[in-house]
C-alpha cells in the first residue's frame, strides 16, 4: 500500500535551518503532486508547499513561508523535500506529507514529524 514516511523534524533555535524528507513507496506511477501540511496547537492545518511532481514541476508556497522555504522533489528516488531556512518560533508546528496520486486530492499522507522552533 502507499507509504509517506517523514523525517528531518527536530528542535532548533529561531534563525536556524531543517530540512525535511519523505520517502513515498506503494505505488507504480508517480505522484501528480505532493506537498507538505503542518498543524500547530489550536490551530487548522495549513498548507505549506506543493509541488507538481510532472511537467514542469510548478510550485506553490504559503505566504508565510515564501523566500524561507523550498520544496522540491527527487522523481529518481521518489522523495519529497522541504528545505526550511530562517525558521521562526511560528513554524512550530506537526509537519505532514501528502501526495496527491491521481490529481484528484491529497489522499495519502504520512504520519507527521515534529518541528520546534525555540526564541
Known amino acids: 500500500q502507499v507509504q509517506l514516511v517523514e523525517s528531518g523534524g527536530g528542535s532548533v533555535q529561531a534563525g536556524g535551518s531543517l530540512r525535511l524528507s519523505c520517502a513515498a513507496s506503494g505505488y507504480a506511477y508517480s505522484s501528480y503532486r505532493m506537498g507538505w501540511f503542518r498543524q500547530a496547537p489550536g490551530k487548522e492545518r495549513e498548507g505549506v508547499a506543493s509541488i507538481y511532481t510532472v511537467g514542469g514541476g510548478s510550485t506553490y508556497y504559503a505566504d508565510s513561508v515564501k523566500g524561507r522555504f523550498t520544496i522540491s522533489h527527487d522523481n529518481a528516488k521518489n522523495t519529497l523535500y522541504l528545505q526550511m531556512n530562517s525558521l521562526k518560533p511560528e513554524d512550530t508546528a506537526m509537519y505532514y506529507c501528502?501526495?496527491?496520486?491521481?490529481?484528484?486530492?491529497?489522499?495519502?499522507w504520512g504520519q507527521g514529524t515534529q518541528v520546534t522552533v525555540s526564541s
Open positions: 501528502a501526495a496527491d496520486l491521481e490529481g484528484s486530492g491529497y489522499n495519502y
